[in-house]
Every structure is written in C-alpha cells, then in structure tokens.
C-alpha cells in the first residue's frame, strides 16, 4: 500500500516562472492538506481540500497561489510567478476520516529552490 | 486560533538516557495532539497521539503526558538511541480539525 507520494521532490525555477507541486495521496484517502517548512521551522498549514473542494485555504497567500484536488488524478498545488521568498519545503498529507481527529499521513516532500 | 511552542530548540543526550521533549499549546479548545519525528531530508513520521479525554498514552518507548490545566504535553523517549536522533514536532488541533505545528526540537544523541 503506497503511501502519500509527492513529485517532483525538488524543483528550481527562477523568479517569475511557475512552480506545480503534486500529491497522490493513500490510497483511500480523500483528505488532502499542504503544509510549507522553511529551514529550521515547523510546518506551517496551507490548505486543506477533498475531492473536488476546497475546504480551507486560510493559510494559503491570496496572490499567486493555487491549489486544487480534481475528481481523478493527483493535488497540485501552483505557484506563479514565483520569488525567493516561496523558496521552502512542501508536504502533502492525506487522511481518511475527516469526522474525527485522525493522523495526517505525510509524503517526503516538493523542495522548492527558486534562484 | 491556536499556537504551539517547544520549550527547547535542541536536546542532546546521551545514548540509553531518557529524552523529555516538551510543548505548550495556546487554545484550550484543542482536543487531539500528535508527535511527528521528522528525519533530514524526510516527511514527519507519526510517533504518537493522544485525546483530550486521556492525560497519558505510552506506545513503544515512548510515553506522552498531556496536562491540561497548563496546557502543556510532553513526549518521553526511553533508553534514546542514535536512530532517534531527529527534529520531533508536537501538533495541536482543535475539534479534531487543521493541525497547528509548533517549531520542532531538535535531538541530538550523544554516543
């Protein structure tokens, strides 16, 4: 059973260009969250969705961010016009039970390196 | 909303030696509290939960104490081993809905 799987698992863009982030995640999951880590600092929420739907995005910038999780494939969080600001890490988790507190299931990680 | 802080940025101990890492939350409406491990260049692993309706939940070597009335939870690691060695994250979520991480602490196991 394949756990959350992100790709790429880095990327470098160069200021102005854009930046696409995917997570598939467990299977049977329909819970996706994207997380941002900077250097020697947690994990800072993004936004959560199910399929089709975001359900909160309050920790998403309002400019140039993006995200979504169609009815088939993966989540793909965008980025436009990138800066170096966006440079980070990116985890994706994915749960099964949104009912209820359940664990989040992290993949290993998009590192983003814009120049 | 909620935060959530670690007491120390980094702990060193010495192998065999018990590791406390601690943390303090903000919202006393938090109910669910997690212990992710998360290794250099890897995605946090789960280590250990516990709800609000318990005050301590012990998995293999490792033990977490949740107080309440300080709001503050605390992860115990027995008998630390070098394969501990990682940046442990504690997570708080309120009515079991988007988890808020605290900084991490990081441990370091001395041979």
């Known amino acids: 059973n394949a756990g959350v799987m992100q790709n790429p698992r880095h990327l470098v863009r160069r200021r102005g260009q854009e930046a696409r982030l995917r997570c598939s995640p467990m299977k049977g999951h329909s819970h996706v969250y994207w997380y941002r880590q900077l250097p020697e600092e947690g994990l800072k929420f993004m936004v959560y969705l199910q399929k089709e739907n975001i359900i909160d995005e309050s920790g998403m910038p309002k400019e140039r961010f993006s995200a979504e999780f169609p009815k088939e494939g993966p989540s793909i969080l965008r980025i436009q016009q990138v800066v170096r600001g966006d440079s980070a890490a990116y985890f994706c988790a994915s749960s099964p039970d949104r009912g209820r507190a359940g664990e989040l299931f992290f993949g290993e990680g998009s590192r983003l390196t814009v120049l | 909303g909620e935060s959530v802080g670690l007491h120390l940025p980094t702990l060193s101990v010495q192998e065999g030696d018990n590791s406390i890492i601690n943390c303090a939350y903000s919202?006393?409406?938090?109910?669910?509290f997690i212990w992710y491990k998360q290794e250099s260049g890897k995605g946090p692993q789960f280590i250990i939960d516990?709800?609000?309706?318990?005050d301590k939940r012990q998995g293999q070597r490792v033990t977490v104490l949740l107080n309440k009335t300080v709001k503050h939870l605390s992860l115990q690691i027995a008998a630390t081993q070098p394969g501990d060695s990682a940046v442990y994250f504690c997570?708080?979520?309120?009515?079991?809905?988007?988890?808020?991480f605290g900084p991490g602490t990081r441990l370091s196991v001395l041979p």
């Open positions: 919202n006393s409406a938090s109910d669910y």
């Open positions: 516990i709800r609000s309706n318990m």
């Open positions: 997570a708080a979520a309120i009515y079991g809905q988007n988890f808020v």
